[in-house]
């Protein structure tokens, strides 16, 4: 068939016009398949890795696996030494050591491996119409109304006034059983439906049944919730007072999921910012020698304002990287200086069914690759670091040189809301960040939306960084 050539305008636009196109368009069917494969092990690592604690458990086994060693303050690491630093069992720092002095800086990707969720009270148990329930404060911004009616599993530790402490993880196993909100019928909920979306479930509703059976002795009263320690007391040797000194925190019980005749996209909680903290993780653990030292931090409290000594507002990312100066008579300082940042976190990618939400020239979608995002923010750029365009430039180029495909995005129209990253505190410590992640639907629901491609692409996005 005779090609029909090109007009001029055609030409012209190719040459100058932007046109970002469906990453299932650019990809061949053998790149498509492994992304598809990479996802299977996301989805592993989902349903193993639904806490910040349970995070740290599964990295610290994939990366002693993959010939980590527990840091050691005041070595002096040799080129493609492998080493990770445990901060309270709730956030982890992998490094692998560069051959390039670290006055050259280091590269670090840092994303969070806390999810919204509901904890318990540290006084959670009480009896109330022949029910066992837990009260709880939710973790996180959550539409609290999603949270009631759907299986809920109990993750966390008790520690014993003996110092001892419990793992509890219960819900999970096939064989376990769950938990729930319990939320009215609408043939009983007129009033209820007259409350504003934030406070059809309130607060103070969010409490969790946990039982419903009768210890069998008439002397006594409480008996559903004496039942229930009861079989606590039995399972783990806990009394009603150690949950005073307990971290419980229930998170859906469901499993991840393919979504789609297609199985394009995975559906599952905790994807913000577990499909991050993944990709960020496998791109580490694959690193060898690399001419800049590599530094991926999961880092705990960002979904409560990064506050506390386990999030990122706090020093302990700093001392970290000032403890592996010191061996080599640097300052800490001088390095973070020098070093570049991806702050590896999700964004909101445009809904089919909310649209109106979104500025679409401006907004991620699912499926057009890897998100960077220069400013986060809300009202007039408040609490955003703003990569510069220098470094949006630099990291342009190293994703248009590597095959990354990715697209720009912003956290909803305008004054319309927004939100943050853990971004402006590594800005803030004198160090080159910009926003790169995974578009997402649904974020902070229960149930979260992902795409494969994309998942796949921000993997490939923290790979081609630790390289460069
Ligand atoms: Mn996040
Ligand atoms: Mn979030």
């Given amino acids: 068939m005779k090609q029909e050539k090109k007009t001029e305008g055609e030409l012209l636009s190719e040459k100058l016009l932007s046109d970002h196109k469906h990453a299932g368009l650019l990809l061949s069917s053998e790149e498509i398949s492994k992304a598809d494969v990479f996802c299977e092990d996301y989805k592993k690592y989902l349903d193993e890795a639904k806490t910040e604690r349970e995070a740290v458990i599964k990295t610290v086994t994939l990366a002693e696996a993959a010939g980590f060693k527990p840091f050691v303050r005041g070595k002096k690491y040799k080129a493609g030494d492998k080493f990770y630093y445990n901060n309270r069992g709730k956030a982890i720092i992998l490094g692998v050591m560069g051959k390039e002095s670290l006055e050259s800086g280091v590269r670090l990707a840092a994303a969070h491996i806390d999810s919204p969720r509901m904890d318990l009270k540290q006084n959670p148990l009480y009896e109330e119409q022949d029910f066992a329930l837990f ?13 009631a009616a759907i299986p809920l599993s109990l993750h966390g530790v008790v520690i ?17 059983p769950v938990f729930c909100v319990t939320d009215l019928l609408p043939h009983l909920a007129q009033q209820q439906m007259k409350r504003t979306p934030a406070e059809l479930i309130k607060g103070e509703e969010l409490n969790i049944l946990v039982g419903s059976m009768p210890f069998k002795d008439d002397k006594v009263s409480n008996k559903i919730k004496l039942n229930i320690m009861s079989i606590l007391n039995e399972k783990y040797g806990i009394i009603e007072d150690d949950f005073m000194s307990a971290e419980l925190e229930a998170v859906p019980q469901f499993k991840a999921k393919d979504i789609g005749f297609d199985r394009s996209m995975i559906g599952a909680y905790g994807q913000d910012d577990s499909s991050c903290a993944y990709t960020a993780l496998k791109a580490i653990l694959e690193v060898n020698k690399p001419k800049h030292t590599c530094l991926t931090c999961l880092t705990d409290k960002e979904e409560t304002g990064s506050d506390g000594n386990t ?4 020093s302990y990312l700093a001392y970290f990287i000032d403890d592996l100066a010191s061996a080599y008579g640097l300052k800490g300082h001088n390095v973070i200086s020098a070093s570049e940042c991806l702050s590896a976190d999700v964004n909101s990618a445009v809904d089919p069914t909310f649209q109106d939400v979104t500025e679409k020239r401006n907004a991620s979608k699912l499926n057009y690759g890897v998100v960077a995002t220069k400013f986060t923010g809300a009202r007039g750029k408040s609490g955003t670091s703003d990569a510069s365009a220098e470094f949006v430039g630099r990291i342009r180029r190293l994703f248009d040189e590597n ?33 790169v992640g995974v578009p997402v639907l649904c974020m902070h629901a229960p149930f979260e939306v992902t795409s494969k491609i994309d998942i796949y692409m921000a993997y490939k996005a923290f790979a081609v960084f630790f390289a460069d």
């Fill in 160 to 176: 014993k006034s003996n110092g001892e402490s419990i793992t509890v993880n219960i819900g999970e196993d096939e064989n376990d």
């Fill in 311 to 314: 999030g990122l507002n706090s």
């Fill in 403 to 435: 095959g990354v495909i990715w697209q720009t995005g912003e956290l909803g129209k305008v004054d319309l809301g927004g939100g943050g990253t853990v971004a402006q505190f590594i800005a803030n410590l004198d160090m080159d960040v910009i926003d």
């Fill in 135 to 147: 009260k709880t404060h939710y973790y996180g911004g959550i539409k609290k109304y999603q949270w």
